[in-house]
């Protein structure tokens, strides 16, 4: 499934579903992924010693079991965006998102490429386009791009509204850890001012006709995401499954003993 047809489920109000894989680069873990259910994998540029390169491989592998690949940028960066975009092509996850009149060049990075410096500008600012012929050129070559800007701070949700308004935002992602430091409640997922976040940015997007979602590592938590409206579903990552099977089958085995 590409970036244009998670677009497409996400616009007829379905829930889409992925992990992160951060560790498992080589391709052949796409012949371990699961047949069904799963519409994308994200990969962290952010937070990550490796590079774009190193998953290149892997998006080729994902895109012919028809998985699409999303990659999480390193950070604000426009012309880092349109690169992430040219070479994963079916989008893009931007963290730490707070102003919508930054975020207005973020996306435009990412949806009006390749067009850029002072046309590109004049664009956001005014939304004139160089030509007709350019502008279904760039709309016909930008189809496949999610773009996904992340919520991470109180700040992000007073200026949410705002944020939706942005044209090319295709979803809103709420990040967990960031988000409940920023909130003084260092990775408390369950804590109830948390949670009452999540369903307030799912609200606020919702009226926009704009999907969001978080990215949580317990099932519980994911159910809880998914009961409260959230259709844009992130679940585990690949270091964390490996711990976590592990962990409970060696206590198991080890109980035996």
């Known amino acids: 499934m590409l970036g244009r047809q998670i677009k497409e489920k996400l616009r007829n109000g379905e829930t889409v579903f992925g992990t992160v894989l951060i560790c498992a680069m080589h391709p052949m ?34 895109r012919s079991k028809g ?28 963290p730490y998102v707070e102003d919508p009149r ?43 791009t999610l773009f996904l800007p992340m919520i991470e701070s109180p700040t992000a949700v007073r200026n949410l509204d705002e944020i939706c308004k942005v044209p090319g935002v295709d979803a809103v992602f709420v990040g967990p850890q960031d988000m409940t430091v920023a909130m003084g409640i260092p990775e408390e997922r369950d804590h109830e001012r948390f949670i009452e976040v999540v369903g307030q940015v799912i609200e606020i997007a919702g009226r926009h006709g704009i999907a969001a979602g978080a990215h949580f590592a317990r099932l519980e938590q994911a159910q809880r995401l998914v009961r409260q409206g959230g259709r844009f579903v992130l679940y585990s990552v690949d270091m964390v499954m490996v711990r976590d099977v592990l962990t409970r089958d060696l206590a198991v085995l080890r109980a035996m003993r």
């Open 29 to 62: 873990i796409v012949e371990y992924l699961p047949k069904e259910g799963l519409d994308f994998v994200m990969v962290y540029v952010e937070h990550n010693a490796l590079d774009l390169a190193d998953f290149l491989p892997l998006q080729y592998a994902l």
């Open 67 to 94: 998985i699409a690949c999303i990659a999480r940028t390193h950070g604000h960066d426009p012309d880092d965006i349109t690169r992430i975009c040219d070479v994963f092509p079916d989008g893009v996850c931007v």
């Open 102 to 144: 930054e975020l207005r060049m973020l996306a435009a990075a990412a949806k009006y490429r390749p067009l850029r410096g002072a046309a590109r500008q004049r664009l956001v600012e005014t939304g004139e386009w160089p030509s007709a012929a350019s502008r279904a050129y760039i709309e016909q070559f930008c189809a496949d």
